[in-house]
């Protein structure tokens, strides 16, 4: 069961970001590059290093849980939900770079074999997060929150 669903319409909190940063598993509406919104949520912050293996998100070399995922492995016939990549395989991002750069954020989508985020369109900069959002509000016989 996806998070989101095509035609869910969510409220953004567009001043939370002005107080502070965004917190790590925080869904987040940011500008993407090719000039449109994206809604995905956040996986690494600065001064970290991530890494997928296994199926696993590492962070700093530490195993991070991530249960709003076990739907989607629940369902999935063979093969793992996200494949194995380190910081230096996002696009854009230097070789050489051990850690994500203060000011950026890396996210990804739920949905992870459909998924457009920092795996292809590289890291976000904090300054395109428009806001955080978790509640959806339409169709008004499905309101909920998204974990």
């Known amino acids: 069961m996806p998070t989101l669903e095509d035609g869910d319409r969510m409220i953004v909190n567009k001043f939370g970001y002005m107080f502070g940063e965004p917190h790590r598993f925080d869904i ?19 001064g970290e290093y991530i890494e997928y293996k296994d ?13 709003y995922l076990d739907a989607y492995k629940a369902e999935l016939p063979k093969g793992s939900l996200t494949q194995d990549f380190t910081l230096q395989d996002i ?12 000011g950026f954020v890396f996210v990804m989508g739920d949905n992870r074999r459909g998924s457009k985020d920092s795996r292809h369109i590289g890291l976000i ?9 978790n509640l959806i509000f339409w169709p008004l016989n499905e309101i909920r929150f998204v974990e």
């Not at 987040?28 to 956040?42: L, N, Q, S, T």
Request: aromatic share 6%; no cysteine; net charge negative.
């Open 28 to 46: 987040v509406v940011f500008h993407a590059p090719e000039g449109k919104d994206y809604i995905k949520r956040v996986i690494g912050l600065p």
């Open 55 to 67: 199926d696993q998100l590492y962070i700093n070399g530490t195993p991070i849980a991530e249960p």
């Open 125 to 133: 900069n904090i300054d395109e997060i428009i806001g955080s959002t």
């Open 91 to 102: 696009p854009g991002v230097d070789p050489k770079l051990e850690v994500i750069p203060e």
